[in-house]
């Protein structure tokens, strides 16, 4: 099973490379490997997340678009990943719609599957109807959209469309949101440099 996830993580970062990203039209290339120099928890694993009812229709949104291959890859590891939130989102940092719209199952990181420092990535579900609010974090990272239907904001400025296959980019220290519509969101994660989870500015 090991090797199902390894090919995914692959097929995930070929899709990022072939093409730029939205805003300023740069290319990104998968980080280089960096062993995990000091084992750490950066997640909060549940397996009764509640937007995880909207998993299947979220796959099978994705499975109609370019990326549907990625879908299909993830369907096939499901039972062997855990989804997580960050440790520091509760009632007193976020909004208890936010606990109960967002989920991260990792891949690679200090305690995914594929232990590592860097690259931290794996993909992020988000029900119908919730908005990611404003945070910010070191590492520079990567969305790579799978779903139609959802809007990012950048430093705080107007909300705009992406659609599935849309690579975003967001700078380290930038502040970025995410909202969906009447349908959920699928997306590909990954962070071009080593940090931690439980560090993000929301």
């Not at 995914?8 to 990203?21: M, N, Y």
């Not at 119908?128 to 990567?142: S, V």
């Not at 849309?166 to 380290?172: E, P, T």
Request: with cysteine; glycine share 8%.
């Amino acid at each position: 099973m090991t090797e199902l996830i390894r090919d995914l993580i692959d097929t995930s970062w070929q899709a990022v490379e072939q093409r730029c990203e939205i805003i300023g039209g740069r290319r990104v290339t998968r980080p280089g490997f960096e062993a995990l120099t000091q084992s750490r928890h950066e997640s909060r694993f549940a397996d009764d997340l509640a937007v995880l009812a909207h998993l299947d229709a979220a796959l099978d949104l994705a499975r109609d678009y370019e990326l549907g291959h990625l879908a299909a890859g993830l369907s096939g590891v499901r039972d062997r990943i855990r989804w997580s939130q960050n440790p520091r989102y509760d009632e007193t940092t976020v909004s208890r719609e936010l606990l109960d719209g967002y989920a991260y199952a990792g891949l690679s990181g200090p305690d995914s599957p594929i232990r590592c420092d860097v690259p931290l990535c794996g993909y992020l579900i988000m029900g119908p109807g919730i908005t990611y609010p404003d945070h910010r974090h070191a590492p520079p990272e990567i969305y790579l959209v799978m779903t139609p239907g959802s809007q990012w904001c950048l430093d705080s400025g107007e909300w705009f469309d992406v659609a599935p296959g849309d690579l975003i980019f967001h700078d380290s220290w930038q502040k970025h949101a995410t909202r969906t519509s009447h349908q959920p969101l699928l997306a590909f994660v990954a962070w071009l440099e080593r940090g931690d989870r439980t560090r993000i500015d929301i």
